[in-house]
């Protein structure tokens, strides 16, 4: 089975604008997490969908969201950037279990000027 | 509510040596407990994991960890470090009976010595 993709990999932004970041789950994977990384708060939870519904929501500002198509993949989106959110952007998906692991993305890595 | 700590931000082993890193949870019912390593510039990729049963985990590349109830610790160990083994290692914890999302820890950066 093909892992997640994620995609960019890498890319630059400058303040104010807006990015979106794809994730495709491995196939059969129906619940999709997405995490912000960063060297000073380590791993934050953004929010997890599960077929085509936000489940889960972390504590972010309404700037970020999110997304679910019915095939599974699945989209953030972050509005009127700012120096702070320069991070890792991690997606994981999981099957629907509560003791299933999850399987990461190799991250798409935001760099806002 | 749950939380993880890992008390350690780094820890330094000689090739050759047993490496521990520590993993100390809180949960309101019972843990789901799970080990991730990440590797520069990747995301993080699952090495074991505790859902009940035997208290000695065995997991990928020779990893294992042992679920303390008493000590509400899941402490990663492996008997001889090797040199690929250093990375960052993030220590997970979900409640039985909560939502389904993970809390992780800060991670420990684990730096093996030649």
């Known amino acids: 089975k093909a892992g997640v993709t994620q995609t960019p990999r890498y890319l630059i932004k400058t303040r104010g604008q807006q990015v979106t970041l794809s994730c495709s789950p491995i196939s059969g994977h129906r619940s999709v997490s997405w995490y912000q990384q960063t060297p000073g708060q380590g791993l934050q939870f953004l929010f997890e969908?599960?077929?085509?519904?936000?489940?889960n929501k972390g504590n972010f500002p309404g700037r970020f969201s999110g997304r679910q198509f019915s095939n599974s993949r699945s989209e953030m989106n972050v509005s009127t950037l700012e120096l702070g959110d320069s991070a890792l952007y991690l997606c994981?998906?999981?099957?629907?279990?509560?003791?299933?692991?999850?399987?990461f993305g190799e991250g798409s890595r935001l760099t806002v000027l | 509510a749950q939380s993880v700590a890992q008390p350690e931000d780094q820890v330094n082993v000689a090739e050759g040596n047993p490496l521990t890193v520590k993993c100390t949870y809180s949960v309101s019912g019972n843990p789901y407990l799970f080990w991730y390593v990440q590797y520069p510039n990747r995301g993080l990729q699952f090495l074991l994991k505790?859902?009940?049963?035997?208290?000695l985990v065995k997991g990928s590349y020779g990893f294992e960890a042992e679920f303390n109830k008493s000590q509400t610790s899941f402490h990663l160990k492996k008997p001889s470090a090797l040199v690929s083994d250093s990375a960052l290692y993030f220590c997970?914890?979900?409640?039985?009976?909560?939502?389904?999302?993970?809390?992780f820890g800060r991670g420990t950066s684990l730096i093996v010595h030649p």
């Open positions: 969908y599960f077929s085509e519904t936000q489940r």
């Open positions: 505790y859902i009940t049963g035997d208290n």
């Open positions: 994981a998906s999981s099957e629907t279990t509560n003791t299933g692991e999850l399987f």
């Open positions: 997970a914890v979900r409640d039985w009976e909560g939502s389904y999302i993970p809390t």
